[in-house]
């Protein structure tokens, strides 16, 4: 079975633009981009091109490459102050001399619709839940919307980023599967794979997952973005890979749209949180 995220990821955009119309709110997203990064550029237009298709208003705030932690902190938290700013995206990564860990910290919890501020990122950890990181909660759904079972089942996360494998591995255990988390130190990885029932891969190394590495019947998830020979894959060697596994997400078309599709149910969800002071 192939996982279509572009699928799944309309149905939530149409369902987003149904709660945003129907709640007579218009929920605003601002999102800070510090640099040219192209691949910066393309994520961040894409976010706007979707809060366009679901009514949910969005500003810029773009800021020099050269730009110092103090200035990107204190664009923050200006949106912070603005009523009328709903949520606030900071696109990564950022600059080599601004600090991202203090910079996500300046984004106020309220409207940190990435959630990835530690208070946000606690909550998750904690089972309670405010806003789920983007790419984790977008998996998520995936799973939900084609039944894939997840209680007892055996999950492997390769890969503990702040913003994919840590978040990932919480879900799934709040959802009872029993978790391991790869990373680089890893011991035989090929050996932790082979057990495991659900495989979600954040490596971000080009076809790395090997169809000798997967439990036969195991639910590949990839969130890898790469670039070989100039082409577009994700971790996972997709061609081989979906004679053996028993579902298998593409990339493209698999875990990114449902990112920017959980963004936008997070934009709105930090208005409603708000009580949508935004009224048009
Ligand atoms: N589709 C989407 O919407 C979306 C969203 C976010 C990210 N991505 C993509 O997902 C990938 C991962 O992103 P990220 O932000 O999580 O990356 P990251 O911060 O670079 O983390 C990569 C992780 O992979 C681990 N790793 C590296 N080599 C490994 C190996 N040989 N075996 C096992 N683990 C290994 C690293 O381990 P250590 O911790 O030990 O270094 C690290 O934890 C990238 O390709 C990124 O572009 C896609």
Same mark, same amino acid.
């Given at each position: 079975?192939?996982?279509?995220?572009?699928?799944?990821?309309?149905?939530?955009?149409?369902?987003?633009?149904? $709660?945003?119309?129907?709640? &007579?709110?218009?929920?605003?997203?601002?999102?800070?981009?510090?640099?040219?990064?192209?691949?910066?550029?393309?994520?961040?237009?894409?976010?706007? =091109?979707?809060?366009?298709?679901?009514?949910?208003?969005?500003?810029?705030?773009?800021?020099? +490459?050269? %730009? %110092? /932690?103090?200035?990107?902190? /204190?664009?923050?938290?200006?949106?912070?102050?603005?009523?009328?700013?709903?949520?606030?995206?900071? $696109?990564?990564?950022?600059?080599?001399?601004?600090?991202?860990?203090?910079? @996500?910290?300046?984004?106020?919890? =309220?409207?940190?619709?990435?959630?990835?501020?530690?208070?946000?990122?606690?909550?998750?950890? *904690?089972?309670?839940?405010?806003?789920?990181?983007?790419?984790?909660?977008?998996?998520?759904?995936?799973?939900?919307?084609?039944? @894939?079972?997840?209680?007892?089942?055996? +999950?492997?996360? +390769?890969?503990?980023?702040?913003?994919?494998?840590?978040?990932?591995? *919480?879900?799934?255990?709040?959802?009872?599967?029993? @978790?391991?988390?790869?990373?680089?130190?890893?011991?035989?990885?090929?050996?932790? !794979?082979?057990?495991?029932?659900?495989?979600?891969?954040?490596?971000?190394?080009?076809?790395?997952?090997? +169809?000798?590495?997967?439990?036969?019947? %195991?639910?590949?998830?990839?969130? &890898?973005?790469?670039?070989?020979? &100039?082409?577009?894959? &994700?971790?996972?060697?997709?061609?081989?890979?979906?004679?053996? %596994?028993?579902?298998?997400?593409?990339?493209?078309?698999?875990?990114?749209?449902? /990112?920017?599709?959980?963004?936008?149910?997070? /934009?709105? !969800?930090?208005? !409603?949180?708000?009580?949508?002071?935004?009224?048009?």
């Amino acid at each position: 079975m192939i996982i279509d995220g572009r699928l799944v990821a309309q149905k939530r955009l149409d369902l987003v633009l149904k $709660q945003v119309e129907s709640s &007579g709110c218009q929920p605003c997203l601002a999102t800070v981009l510090v640099g040219e990064d192209p691949g910066s550029k393309m994520y961040v237009r894409m976010k706007h =091109e979707a809060c366009e298709k679901v009514h949910i208003v969005s500003v810029k705030a773009d800021l020099p +490459a050269t %730009a %110092a /932690t103090g200035e990107v902190i /204190t664009k923050i938290m200006e949106l912070n102050q603005d009523p009328s700013i709903d949520g606030i995206l900071v $696109q990564l990564p950022l600059p080599p001399q601004v600090d991202a860990s203090r910079v @996500i910290q300046a984004v106020s919890p =309220e409207k940190d619709v990435d959630g990835f501020h530690p208070c946000n990122i606690g909550l998750l950890y *904690a089972g309670t839940p405010r806003f789920t990181p983007c790419t984790p909660k977008g998996i998520m759904t995936l799973l939900e919307e084609y039944n @894939i079972p997840v209680r007892g089942e055996r +999950a492997l996360v +390769a890969g503990r980023s702040i913003d994919v494998g840590r978040p990932m591995a *919480a879900l799934l255990l709040h959802r009872d599967a029993t @978790i391991t988390i790869a990373h680089s130190k890893t011991r035989d990885l090929k050996d932790e !794979m082979r057990r495991a029932d659900i495989v979600v891969s954040a490596i971000g190394k080009p076809r790395f997952i090997t +169809a000798d590495m997967v439990k036969p019947g %195991a639910v590949v998830i990839d969130v &890898g973005i790469n670039y070989l020979d &100039g082409t577009l894959c &994700g971790d996972v060697d997709f061609d081989r890979v979906k004679d053996v %596994a028993g579902a298998i997400s593409p990339v493209p078309g698999g875990v990114g749209p449902m /990112t920017i599709a959980s963004l936008m149910e997070n /934009t709105y !969800m930090a208005a !409603m949180e708000r009580s949508c002071t935004n009224v048009p």
